[in-house]
């Protein structure tokens, strides 16, 4: 997991040691330089592609999270989204195609039933959450499926060259959303407000508010 997440980050794991704690529970926590897991997220069975998540998501936040914070609130979906976004691509890189897709299809339907409750935010709203539920199926979900969408509108050279430049261009900093519009826009030599402004801004915002 970590030469896959180098790899894609195009930096090394940014702390000297790292360490994963078992507890009892269902525990799944970030630190600086350590995670906490808890026994009932982690997998029962060996080489089980839906049961490995927490260990390779509370690792990614070494990198999208803590190396590289959001400014504000606004845009924890940065952290998250991210985070859960490399979820499923390490699952294609370990397990192949389908177990992306299916990680993918499980942020889908937390995203859809946000929305059939009514809640479909831009990814940097700056509102109120009406339930934790919901705003995970915004910032989590939502940005995952964001990430998915940018990566099939820029083909895998362009978004995973992106996705290193955004993270070597703000190591030990903190960003926002239009970082990241910038880094993938840099890679790609494509404009890419119509899609910023569809998932990320809301349709409403002109481009003044939105950069
Ligand atoms: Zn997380």
């Not at 000297?16 to 069975?45: F, H, I, K, W």
């Not at 995970?136 to 509108?153: D, E, H, N, P, W």
Request: proline share 4%; charged share 25%; net charge negative.
């Amino acid at each position: 997991m970590v030469a896959f997440l180098s790899a894609k980050a195009g930096m090394p794991l940014p702390v000297a040691d790292y360490s994963q704690l078992l507890v009892e529970g269902d525990e799944a926590q970030e630190a600086a330089t350590y995670s906490v897991l808890g026994s009932d997220a982690l997998p029962r069975q060996p080489d089980d592609p839906s049961q490995d998540w927490a260990i390779v998501h509370e690792l990614t936040h070494q990198w999208w999270g803590n190396l590289i914070t959001c400014e504000t609130l606004k845009d924890f979906w940065l952290n998250e989204g991210i985070t859960t976004f490399m979820t499923a691509a390490w699952k294609q890189h370990r397990y192949g195609r389908a177990a992306y897709e299916a990680e993918l299809n499980e942020a889908r339907s937390r995203f859809e039933k946000a929305r059939a409750m009514g809640f479909d935010k831009p990814l940097a709203w700056n509102g109120t959450y009406p339930t934790l539920g919901v705003r995970r199926a915004i910032q989590y979900s939502k940005g995952a499926l964001f990430m998915a969408q940018l990566r099939v509108t820029l083909g895998d050279a362009a978004f995973w060259s992106g996705l290193r430049r955004y993270t070597r261009d703000h190591a030990g900093g903190t960003v926002t959303s239009i970082d990241l519009k910038r880094a993938m826009e840099e890679a790609s030599g494509r404009d890419l407000r119509p899609l910023f402004a569809e998932w990320v801004f809301g349709e409403g915002l002109s481009e003044g508010q939105s950069q």
